[in-house]
Each structure stands twice: as structure tokens, then as C-alpha cells.
């Protein structure tokens, strides 16, 4: 099955791709281009999907490279392969021919490129790190090596939506603490539960940060098993395991 790869016109021309489940090797619950290697997924299948990958990013699949994601708002500057995957969040660089990616089950996969100045990043952005700040230091980063805030554009890939995304009253009163205005974010759920806009909320810090030009694809990752894994979607079914999408981006 041919890859399907998802885009958004806002970051043309810059080479980029957020990757949907069809056109991988494995099977099982992971069937499809799984590209997790945390994940319980054969090994020599994951790198037969990441190679199609970064394949269809034209790199070789050493230069598709990538972090060891720990929900932080850390972001690195790379300048090639990365042989130790140094713990972190988001991925920036100026030189072509490397492709950065991150790996995302719900959380959203937030892709960013200054074309002008030839700069690129790449996060993996969950509430926690969404709410720590993964987004502006991303930013931050690509700041350093010539972009300017003004002509970043931004998308945010197949993510959690709100119609999805229920919490409790903890989580709620978390992001309230951070900032009261927080609670737009939050619509109300069955009991005592919050249906969270993770999307909405992860334009919002791109905005209050200086980027202009930022979008949702407005892919659902829950709602939508035949195109993407799912985090929660697979715990609430009690699958063992769950597939990890990837998205990437190089000059």
C-alpha cells in the first residue's frame, strides 16, 4: 500500500510530511507504518517503515532523525545524524538534508520552518510539554540559528481533539493555575469531567509566542483508527500496545 502522507500549505515549500498509518509493514495493532521504536513492534519491521520514510523525505534513514521524548520542554539543535538520541522534545537546524521528526499517539506533532532564513523545526508537543513550554523553546532555538518569530509558520499535525480529550477536574485546575484564561480551552463533559482542546490550546502559545501564520490540520487521531494510532483510543480498548505515527520536515 503507498504511503499516505499528509501536508499543509502553509509551510510550503518546505519538504515536510505528517505520516498516517497506511502504507507500513506491520501488523497486528501495530499494522500499518508503525515508526515507534519504543514501541513492542518487531524492530527490523519499524526500521523497514522509518526507511520508507525518511525514503519518501529523500534522506537516507540515518538522517531521519530523532529525540528521546520525555514530555519536556526541551529542545536540541542538530546538524546531522544523531547516533544517541539525547532526551528531549523538539528538534531544530539549519542544514539541508536532514530530516527531523517526532513520534506522536495523540499528542500533537507540531512542525515549523522560517524557508526565508532555512531554518526548521520539529516538536512533539503533549499537554505537559505544551504547558511547560516545548512550543516557544522550539522557537527559541530556531531564533538562534537566523529565524525571526514574524516568518515562522507553523502546522500542528493529526492530534487528540477536544471531543475526545476527556479530563478531570485535577487537570483542569492545573491549567487554571498556570492562567485563569486557560479555561476557554476547557468545555464540559459527562459528570465532573472537561473535554480539552490540546489543538486549540497549542495555537494559543504559538500566537501569545509571536508566530503569525499557525494551523491545526484538524485530524482527529482518536476518531479516525483506519488512518491513525491512538494513545487513548488503545488503552480504552485494552490493546497491549499502540502504534507511533511520525511527522517530519528538512530543507
Same mark, same amino acid.
Given at each position: &500500500?503507498?504511503?499516505?502522507? $499528509?501536508?499543509?500549505?502553509?509551510?510550503?515549500?518546505?519538504?515536510?510530511?505528517?505520516?498516517?498509518?497506511?502504507?507500513?509493514?506491520?501488523?497486528?495493532?501495530?499494522?500499518?507504518?508503525?515508526?515507534?521504536?519504543?514501541?513492542?513492534?518487531?524492530?527490523?519491521?519499524?526500521?523497514?517503515?522509518?526507511?520508507?520514510?525518511?525514503?519518501? &523525505?529523500?534522506?537516507?534513514?540515518?538522517?531521519?532523525?530523532?529525540?528521546?521524548?520525555?514530555?519536556?520542554?526541551?529542545?536540541? =539543535?542538530?546538524?546531522?545524524?544523531?547516533?544517541?538520541?539525547?532526551?528531549?522534545?523538539?528538534?531544530? =537546524?539549519?542544514?539541508?538534508?536532514?530530516?527531523?521528526? +517526532?513520534?506522536?499517539?495523540?499528542?500533537?506533532? /507540531?512542525?515549523?520552518?522560517?524557508?526565508?532564513?532555512? +531554518?526548521?523545526?520539529?516538536?512533539?508537543?503533549?499537554?505537559?510539554?505544551?504547558?511547560?513550554? /516545548? $512550543?516557544?523553546?522550539?522557537?527559541?532555538? &530556531?531564533? =538562534?540559528?537566523?529565524?525571526?518569530?514574524?516568518?515562522?509558520?507553523?502546522?500542528?499535525?493529526?492530534?487528540?481533539?477536544?471531543?475526545?480529550?476527556?479530563?478531570?477536574?485535577?487537570?483542569?485546575? &492545573?491549567?487554571?493555575?498556570?492562567?485563569?484564561?486557560?479555561?476557554?480551552?476547557?468545555?464540559?463533559?459527562?459528570?465532573?469531567?472537561?473535554?480539552?482542546?490540546?489543538?486549540?490550546?497549542?495555537?494559543?502559545?504559538?500566537?501569545?509566542?509571536?508566530?503569525?501564520?499557525?494551523?491545526?490540520?484538524?485530524?482527529?487521531?482518536?476518531?479516525?483508527?483506519?488512518?491513525?494510532?491512538?494513545?487513548?483510543?488503545?488503552?480504552?480498548?485494552?490493546?497491549?500496545?499502540?502504534?507511533?505515527? $511520525?511527522?517530519?520536515? =528538512?530543507?
Amino acid at each position: &500500500m503507498t504511503l499516505e502522507i $499528509l501536508t499543509s500549505d502553509i509551510l510550503s515549500p518546505v519538504r515536510h510530511g505528517f505520516f498516517t498509518r497506511r502504507g507500513g509493514a506491520s501488523s497486528g495493532v501495530f499494522a500499518g507504518l508503525n515508526c515507534g521504536h519504543g514501541s513492542s513492534d518487531q524492530s527490523e519491521i519499524v526500521a523497514i517503515n522509518r526507511a520508507r520514510a525518511a525514503q519518501a &523525505m529523500g534522506v537516507p534513514p540515518d538522517h531521519l532523525v530523532g529525540v528521546h521524548q520525555v514530555h519536556s520542554a526541551k529542545a536540541v =539543535t542538530v546538524a546531522g545524524p544523531l547516533p544517541d538520541k539525547p532526551k528531549a522534545d523538539a528538534l531544530v =537546524t539549519d542544514q539541508p538534508g536532514v530530516a527531523l521528526s +517526532v513520534l506522536t499517539a495523540d499528542c500533537q506533532p /507540531v512542525l515549523f520552518a522560517d524557508h526565508e532564513a532555512g +531554518v526548521i523545526g520539529a516538536a512533539h508537543a503533549g499537554w505537559r510539554g505544551a504547558l511547560d513550554g /516545548v $512550543l516557544e523553546a522550539t522557537l527559541d532555538a &530556531m531564533c =538562534t540559528l537566523g529565524a525571526r518569530r514574524e516568518a515562522v509558520t507553523v502546522a500542528i499535525g493529526p492530534s487528540i481533539s477536544q471531543r475526545a480529550y476527556e479530563v478531570g477536574p485535577d487537570f483542569f485546575e &492545573m491549567f487554571l493555575a498556570d492562567d485563569p484564561d486557560n479555561a476557554r480551552f476547557f468545555a464540559a463533559g459527562p459528570g465532573d469531567r472537561m473535554l480539552f482542546n490540546l489543538p486549540g490550546f497549542g495555537l494559543h502559545r504559538l500566537r501569545t509566542a509571536g508566530v503569525d501564520h499557525a494551523e491545526w490540520t484538524r485530524h482527529c487521531t482518536y476518531s479516525d483508527p483506519d488512518r491513525f494510532y491512538s494513545y487513548r483510543r488503545s488503552t480504552h480498548a485494552k490493546e497491549a500496545d499502540y502504534g507511533r505515527l $511520525l511527522a517530519a520536515i =528538512t530543507l
